[in-house]
């Protein structure tokens, strides 16, 4: 299988080099890591054992890449400046498969606009992992993978992708309804990743710590839920409960969000709170928690 | 008329000053700047004109001041750790009127139950008035008061206190109805002041110069009316769009909450959201905007 991955971030490479592993012959797309990562690969620091990607080919864009691969992973983050189908445009072939590896809901759209007739899979990772330093990452828990075809119904490709993950001990479940598998994340990250920010730099463990904010936390996962359900994907029962229980287990835990804000990166405030709000508009659902906490993200000064 | 003025931060320092101006015998309890204040009195700089306020006695405690003023003026924060009740208690005799000028809703009630039989006076300062320095005061601009008995009702004691006030320059006028003229400062200080500090430092324009914190800062304007109507206080139809369409008018401004939390004071949490959070929740009143700046301001790391 040939796999090109844009966007050699930490998912990227971390996903990119566990699919390597497994025998695929996987090629990157590198743009401000170009230097190192051509010369060096990528070397993946992992409680699973320390492991070094070197790649089939890396290149600086899609165009160079020169053909089309089986896989195209976008390991990019979602955010307005990136356009991703722009980036992917040049090495999506007529069998193409675009896999998006990326955080939120309703984010497939302009790719699966862009290429209608393409496979889209869509994949939510649950997992630690940040790019320490040009080629370098560093995994630090978790990894499970979540595939399945957008907007849903099966799929052969995401059946190989997700044996050759398992192969390489990335534990990966294939989903005939990848929508509903992104709400059921986005129970966890709409509460946790604005509310770490906005609370000054919470962990998991702060925002679990005062009722009040655990009052919160509940409340916006409950209103994730209703949106979820409104548009066609009803979540189990009991999601709010058990992600709140499985949370107060977890080491305290920085979120993707908030450091981002706290390395001046941009934040995908849109892909977590934004899209979520106004679908939740659109469908007359209201949501009044997380349209406060939008609000003031969107309010923030000092956020890139 | 005997004052005795508990408090000598920038309020009690300002309108103590005031009445003094206008003729009444104003005596101070100062604790933190009691050395300062005992030698040179409090310089208060104003646009109106700069003056130096020579309190009449400056003592320590309230027992020190050894006997009963006709009108005890509480310049204090509203603070869990500030117990007013006590401070005050040794200089409230039979006569005594209390006049608290303190930001938030029911504050009151702690110093009515201490004191039921001593008339309660509200005071609601719209100021911009800060403690520069020990036994300094800065006056930036306006200066307005509204006074009344609390929880209701005419006063004597007001009416001739707002006398002294206009006689000394300050605008002040008398309600017979202080705890609906509370609802509606909150109207303004509900969603201004949490927002500032959870917008990472934001201006009053700021925080009117998006679309979607403009939308969130009127959402918690008509929760606060909601509340207000419910216990029996309506306000005027229109006050959510004139406080808005004002606020665009006024120079961009730093809310007390802002300035508390840059320099490392606690903030009025309670009496600006807290108090008015749970008597929307004993009346049913859902309030989730205001609910969800609540719980993010309680969340808050680094707060004093």
């Known amino acids: 299988m040939d796999v090109l991955v844009v966007g050699t971030g930490a998912i990227g490479g971390y996903y990119g080099g566990r699919l390597a592993q497994a025998g695929a012959r ?6 401000s890591d170009y230097e190192v990562v051509a010369e060096e690969g990528i070397r993946i620091e992992s409680p699973a054992g320390d492991f070094h990607f070197r790649p089939h080919r890396v290149v ?7 053909g089309f691969p ?32 990326q955080n939120g809901v309703d984010i497939e759209g302009p790719v699966a606009d862009a290429f209608p007739k393409n496979e889209i899979l869509s994949g939510l990772a649950f997992i630690c992992v940040h790019r320490t330093a040009p080629g370098k990452v560093l995994h630090q828990d978790y990894g499970r993978l979540v595939l399945g075809r957008y ?13 050759m993950f398992r192969r390489a001990g990335v ?20 509460p946790f990743n604005p509310m770490s920010v906005l609370c000054g730099g919470a962990s998991t463990q702060d925002m679990l710590g005062h009722e009040d904010t655990t009052r919160l936390v509940r409340a916006v996962m ?13 979540l189990p029962t009991d999601v709010v409960d058990r ?25 995908e405030v849109e892909a977590i709170v934004g899209n979520a709000v106004r679908i939740a508009r659109s469908h007359h659902v209201p949501v009044p928690h997380m349209e406060t906490l939008y609000a003031l993200l969107s309010g923030l000064k000092g956020r890139a």
Chains 1, 2 share one sequence.
Not at 82 to 96: E, F, N, Q
């Open 60 to 66: 600086r864009t899609a165009a160079a890449f020169g």
């Open 243 to 267: 992600m709140i229980a499985d949370t107060r287990t977890m080491t305290p835990y920085k979120t993707s969000m908030l450091l981002d804000f706290e390395a001046g990166r941009p934040m």
């Open 70 to 101: 089986d896989v195209l992973l976008v390991g990019l983050k979602v955010l307005k400046e990136i356009r991703t189908a722009d980036l992917i445009r040049d090495a999506v072939g007529p069998t193409t498969a675009v896999l998006l590896i």
């Open 151 to 163: 907007p849903g119904g099966p799929s052969e490709t995401a059946q190989r992708l997700a044996e």
């Open 222 to 234: 409950e209103e994730v839920c209703a949106v979820a359900a409104a548009t066609g994907h009803p």
């Open 171 to 190: 534990p990966c479940e294939v989903t005939e309804d990848v929508v509903t598998a992104r709400w059921q994340k986005l129970v966890w990250n709409a």
């Open 26 to 31: 996987v090629s990157v797309v590198a743009r």
